[in-house]
């Protein structure tokens, strides 16, 4: 079993910018991919990020592309999730998830373990 955690969710305003962080215990996870996902009231879960732990390679939606950058601490255990430029409609529940493997299509790909999730609200 792994365990993740998120922190670093909270109240910003429109353009500012926030740092997630996922923290992993439990068992080695050297080959997992891990990503970040959101849901906001009322609507349905939506990829945000992707990272691939032994190859850097990242993968993101259009609606954050060039905002958010994901990133990795493998000595901390720590995935990331810099926002900047943040808009409202960015205000959703954000949850960190590990896979194994990412088959494409990679946005709707499943994951094996889950955070609980940090909120993340941007006011106008």
């Known amino acids: 079993q792994v365990q993740l955690v998120e922190s670093g969710g909270g109240l910003v305003q429109a353009g500012g910018s926030l740092r997630l962080s996922c923290a992993a215990s439990?068992?080695?996870?050297?080959?997992?991919?891990m990503g970040w996902f959101r849901q906001a009231p009322g609507k349905e879960r939506e990829f945000v990020a992707v990272?691939?732990?032994?190859?850097?390679?990242?993968y993101y939606p259009d609606s954050v592309k060039g905002r958010f950058t994901i990133s990795r601490d493998n000595a901390k255990n720590t995935v990331y999730l810099q926002m900047n430029s943040l808009k409202p409609e960015d205000t959703a529940v954000y949850y960190c998830?590990?896979?194994?493997?990412?088959?494409?299509?990679?946005?709707?790909?499943?994951?094996?373990?889950w955070g609980q999730g940090t909120q993340v609200t941007v006011s106008s």
């Open positions: 998830a590990a896979a194994r493997r990412v088959p494409p299509p990679v946005t709707e790909a499943p994951y094996d373990y």
């Open positions: 439990g068992r080695t996870f050297s080959n997992y991919a």
């Open positions: 990272i691939n732990w032994s190859g850097g390679i990242t």
